[in-house]
């Protein structure tokens, strides 16, 4: 693909996150498509596009605000800002995120986002996320909470 075509993939994955449509997001990825951020990391084929569903399902209140998109011959990048209520804790986060995607046969590959995991934390965790946020055992227990939630989401679809 081209450099058009991998920006205009990019631009169709955030644009389905923006209207909330988790099938949509899940339709730019290939079968074995990978995606990894500080919270779901490592994730695999189906996991994937069930990630952006059960977000997207739940997401009441999500704005969405894609800052820049870029491609090449690759793939391509988007620098994005979610705004939103975390349901664990019902506190509101804004959360600035970099994505980097490679695009192999006109779908999604794989995708690494980033975000400062204790500027996260620190808006949905509130004064816990303050005081550990930085921690490795903070993240553990987000990324296992996360990952339930994942596994559960599955088996509830299957």
Do not use: H
């Given at each position: ?73 690759l793939g391509g990048r988007a620098r994005w800002v979610a705004r939103y209520t975390f349901s664990a804790t019902g506190r509101r986060v804004t959360n600035a995120v970099t994505s980097v995607i490679t695009v192999r046969d006109g779908v999604i590959a794989a995708q690494t986002d980033q ?44």
């Amino acid at each position: 693909m081209d450099a058009t075509e991998n920006r205009k993939l990019v631009e169709r994955l955030y644009q389905a996150f923006a209207r909330k449509d988790g099938d949509g997001m899940a339709a730019c990825y290939g079968p074995d498509a990978t995606f990894t951020d500080p919270v779901f990391p490592d994730l695999v084929g189906p996991e994937v596009g069930a990630m952006w569903r059960m977000l997207c399902a739940r997401a009441t209140d999500l704005e969405l605000t894609v800052e820049d998109i870029g491609a090449d011959l690759l793939g391509g990048r988007a620098r994005w800002v979610a705004r939103y209520t975390f349901s664990a804790t019902g506190r509101r986060v804004t959360n600035a995120v970099t994505s980097v995607i490679t695009v192999r046969d006109g779908v999604i590959a794989a995708q690494t986002d980033q975000f400062d995991f204790w500027r996260w934390s620190r808006q949905a965790l509130g004064p816990a996320g303050w005081l550990l946020g930085w921690t490795p055992m903070i993240r553990r227990k987000v990324r296992a909470q996360a990952r339930a939630n994942l596994d559960s989401f599955l088996a509830g679809r299957a």
